[in-house]
């Protein structure tokens, strides 16, 4: 088996990796950025996928990888991973109808609830300890799912009509245009900002330049959240007007 994730703020690759140490330890995953990666896929006939719902939909970086490598999908066996912050209809069930288009047969999904993202916004922030109870759970259900995926019994959060319409009427139907296209909506304060380039290095669309001292966004932005989770000025923001908590799980750990 080979894994593949793409991650934000880390949620996503800390439960790809809980699942692939039950399921296989030799097994390795890497991040959908990595150019190497197609060929790797191509080695395997198992993968289990791993990313972080956005407003019930699929990151736009996530559609495009899949769209652009559609040759490889077909006759692969898919297992699909989805974080999130809230409830998601179907979270993992958006990628495997879509994954399903181009030929991969899915065996199983599973959802987990992981520490919200989301910077700059207070509506789904949690004390530091729930949400370190949050990825511990996490982890054990990652586990679990591993342990009955390799039975022959693997979860299904996601998968399904009934789930279909949750997660099309839960959200996606009100904020689908939020993750049709990439957004030119990231913010940087230049007053505040230091050029120290860390938002640049960890941008996944490289997005982000520093320009005579100061990083300037373009129109390119996933939403991951990470440049937000990373400036230690807190200058950045995307959704909200000022940043109200990093959130990057290594301070939940």
């Given at each position: 088996m080979l894994g593949l994730y793409f991650s934000g703020t880390g949620n996503s690759k800390y439960c790809i990796e809980k699942f692939l140490q039950e399921?296989?330890?030799?097994?390795?995953?890497?991040?959908?950025?990595e150019e190497e990666l197609p060929k790797k896929m191509e080695q395997h006939k198992e993968l289990v996928f791993s990313y972080p719902v956005q407003f019930s939909n699929l990151p736009k970086i996530v559609r495009d990888f899949v769209n652009q490598h559609q040759q490889i999908w077909r006759g692969k066996r898919i297992f699909v991973i989805a974080t999130m912050g809230l409830f998601s209809g179907d979270g993992a069930g958006i990628l495997a109808r879509m994954l399903q288009q181009y030929g991969a047969v899915i065996t199983g999904g599973l959802h987990l609830k992981?520490?919200?993202?989301i910077s700059d916004e207070k509506a789904l922030k949690r004390p530091i300890e729930e949400n370190r109870l949050l990825v511990a759970n996490a982890g054990k259900k990652a586990a679990e799912a591993a342990r009955n995926t390799r039975k022959?019994?693997?979860?299904?959060?996601?998968?399904?009509?009934?789930?279909?319409?949750?997660?099309?009427?839960?959200?996606?139907?009100?904020?689908?245009?939020?993750?049709k296209h990439y957004t030119d909506?990231?913010?940087?304060?230049?007053?505040?900002?230091?050029?120290?380039?860390?938002?640049?290095?960890?941008?996944?669309?490289?997005?982000?330049?520093?320009?005579?001292?100061?990083?300037?966004?373009?129109?390119q932005c996933t939403m991951c959240y990470r440049c937000i989770s990373r400036c230690p000025q807190q200058c950045i923001t995307l959704l909200g007007?000022?940043?109200v908590e990093q959130c990057r799980l290594e301070r939940y750990l």
């Amino acid at each position: 088996m080979l894994g593949l994730y793409f991650s934000g703020t880390g949620n996503s690759k800390y439960c790809i990796e809980k699942f692939l140490q039950e399921y296989d330890p030799k097994a390795e995953a890497f991040s959908i950025e990595e150019e190497e990666l197609p060929k790797k896929m191509e080695q395997h006939k198992e993968l289990v996928f791993s990313y972080p719902v956005q407003f019930s939909n699929l990151p736009k970086i996530v559609r495009d990888f899949v769209n652009q490598h559609q040759q490889i999908w077909r006759g692969k066996r898919i297992f699909v991973i989805a974080t999130m912050g809230l409830f998601s209809g179907d979270g993992a069930g958006i990628l495997a109808r879509m994954l399903q288009q181009y030929g991969a047969v899915i065996t199983g999904g599973l959802h987990l609830k992981m520490p919200d993202s989301i910077s700059d916004e207070k509506a789904l922030k949690r004390p530091i300890e729930e949400n370190r109870l949050l990825v511990a759970n996490a982890g054990k259900k990652a586990a679990e799912a591993a342990r009955n995926t390799r039975k022959g019994t693997p979860p299904q959060d996601g998968i399904g009509p009934f789930c279909h319409l949750a997660g099309l009427f839960g959200q996606r139907l009100y904020f689908y245009n939020r993750t049709k296209h990439y957004t030119d909506k990231l913010k940087i304060d230049s007053s505040s900002c230091i050029g120290c380039g860390q938002c640049a290095a960890v941008c996944p669309m490289k997005n982000i330049t520093v320009v005579d001292g100061s990083a300037k966004s373009g129109d390119q932005c996933t939403m991951c959240y990470r440049c937000i989770s990373r400036c230690p000025q807190q200058c950045i923001t995307l959704l909200g007007k000022r940043v109200v908590e990093q959130c990057r799980l290594e301070r939940y750990l």
